[in-house]
């Protein structure tokens, strides 16, 4: 699997790494993948949830769901993008964006293998709430078998990332433009309990940092 | 290119919105979206910004990237998800994310004219950044030369969003397992000027608010 031509980089090489600690890094991090895959000689892009266990993605949908389907069917690319900084140069054409992102070429297989498949269940609800899978009511028999759970191998990922300054064109220094980041970022607000929720049932510790 | 099938929505379609309004105001609010090409039946799904101008998205990159050529010999789907929440089910099953998304497809069209061109791009800058548009150097000729600039029509796009409050099963409410939301933003921060900037250039006005 491991096709050094898919993940040749292009634009910016020096921008790239192969190195699987920063690849890891990235994913654990984001709360969100773009998984694109043809259908019918169409490409569907759709946001989902994941997770990472040592070398594997998983992710996971409704067995009736036709995009798990399709996603077992041919090959796929899972991509994963954090917004760092917005970039302002002196230059409209040096304007950029300061990001870290991964993208991970493969061919999703289904999970069947029970263990594996409530592992990786787990990894997600921990990817999003570390602290949550096990204060919360684990999946039945029945929702199992409502759930197909795929893997993904990391062999063919890459990363790459932009940080720092504008860099400018030396004849635009010295215009009075004024020049910067914006730094982004996400953030989780404060937790809003269920209206629902009874009495006594306070804010477990895992959302209290 | 209104081809109803490609939008039809699949899981959950009381999800689904295909008023363009909801899909226009998605699509201004995110910062980045993600568009999937297939390339020698390899699905590729990059990063970019963009920028929406009436009925039209606008991309850009560079006349010798792999990928502008890509994108102009094939179907594409462009996708933008604004993730709102994280929502905590009593049942890891009912586990879900609150979203805002939406789906585009269609083919890109390389900009040709000198108006159109010039107008997305400033329309990209403003996009990420209102106001600056009108202070940075604009593109000088040969800036222009080495950029691509394609547009994609909005007639086939759909917005799916989930909002609210986790939803269990009856039988899930009651056992003392906390649920509720956690709000999830992308916020920017204090610019930070570049050391390369000269003494007096003081924050425009555009980023002080």
Redesign the interface.
Known sequence: MADRD?VRL??FPERGSHEFAAIAAILDEA??C?????VR???????T?FARRDRHLYIH??T????MGALTS??????V?I?DA?V??????N?T?N?R?V?V?GQAERVTDAQERRRA??AI?EH??PG??S??????AK?LKA?SVLRIDLATASAKTREG??VDFDE???????????????????????????A?????YY?GR
């Open positions: 898919l292009g634009r709360l969100v773009h998984v694109g895959v043809s000689g169409q490409p569907v892009v759709l946001p949830t949908g409704s009736v769901a036709r995009w041919a090959p796929l690319c899972l991509t993008s917004l917005i302002l140069a002196r230059s409209a054409y304007h964006l990001y992102s993208v070429f269940l787990e609800v999003v709430c949550r899978s204060d919360t009511r684990p999946p039945s929702e759930t300054p504008p635009d220094y010295g215009k009075g433009i004024w020049a910067g980041v914006i730094p982004v970022r996400t953030v989780r607000g404060t937790p809003i309990p269920d209206a629902r929720l009874e006594g049932v306070g804010l477990p959302l």
